[in-house]
């Protein structure tokens, strides 16, 4: 069974560039997260997709970040202009049910505002 | 909200057994997960709490009280490849909230 893809892996930007971020999850997961990880911290959910709706942005700055999921399989996470505070990695998970099960999550894309 | 509080480092020598401690405080509660990361890794699954008492997973056993708002997870016979960070995540009602992670250091 094939893992959550991730991609880029590294993109390093200057501060007010806009940068976009894509996950595949694992075939058949309904339930699809992005996460994100300062460096020494754990991850800090930013939004979580059911099927291709929200169920929970709370976290999301949403003046800067943005994320979608046509047709409830791949997602984006953009941000837009992208902040010095924002060097972090982002984490994609998906996971088969909502609130039960164990999230996979793939290998993440390290971004690095300068 | 979530508050969820593990000591930052921990050593331990190889062959020993550790204790991670994970308290927490939770607005809802739908289980306890414990992860590894390794450095510039993913985090991986390691165990899942939902009632009272010790799950046990070969070397790994992970511990809730829900009374409490604790949790532990014991590492028995280390090996230096354990050296990681484990993370405590609780689920609310929808959503997952980890602590900061305990970097577990273990040496020959």
């Known amino acids: 069974e094939a893992g959550v893809a991730q991609s880029p892996r590294y993109k390093i930007i200057e501060k007010r560039q806009s940068v976009a971020f894509w996950c595949n999850p694992i075939?058949?997961?309904?339930?699809l997260y992005w996460y994100q990880q300062i460096l020494g911290q754990g991850p800090k959910l930013l939004i979580q997709?059911?099927?291709?709706?929200?169920?929970?942005d709370s976290q999301l700055p949403k003046d800067r970040f943005s994320a979608e999921r046509l047709k409830g399989v791949d997602s984006t996470l953009k941000i837009q202009p992208a902040k010095l505070e924002d060097s972090a990695v982002y984490l994609c998970?998906?996971?088969?049910?909502?609130?039960?099960?164990?999230?996979?999550f793939g290998p993440g894309t390290r971004l690095t505002v300068l | 909200g979530q508050n969820i509080d593990q000591p930052t480092e921990m050593t331990a020598t190889e062959g020993a057994i550790v204790q991670i401690n994970c308290t927490y405080q939770?607005?809802?509660?739908?289980?306890l997960f414990w992860y590894q990361q390794h450095a510039g890794e993913a985090p991986t699954f390691l165990s899942y709490?939902?009632?009272?008492g010790l799950e046990e997973k070969g070397r790994f056993s992970s511990f809730l009280s829900r009374s409490k708002g604790y949790s532990y997870l014991l590492l028995k016979e280390l090996q230096m490849k354990d050296s990681a960070s484990y993370l405590c995540?609780?689920?609310?009602?929808?959503?997952?909230?980890f602590g900061k992670g305990t970097m577990l250091l273990v040496s020959p």
């Open positions: 939770t607005s809802g509660f739908n289980g």
């Open positions: 998970a998906s996971s088969s049910r909502l609130a039960m099960d164990e999230q996979f």
């Open positions: 075939s058949g997961h309904a339930t």
């Open positions: 997709f059911q099927n291709n709706g929200v169920v929970d």
């Open positions: 995540a609780v689920r609310g009602y929808s959503t997952l909230t």
């Open positions: 709490n939902v009632l009272d």
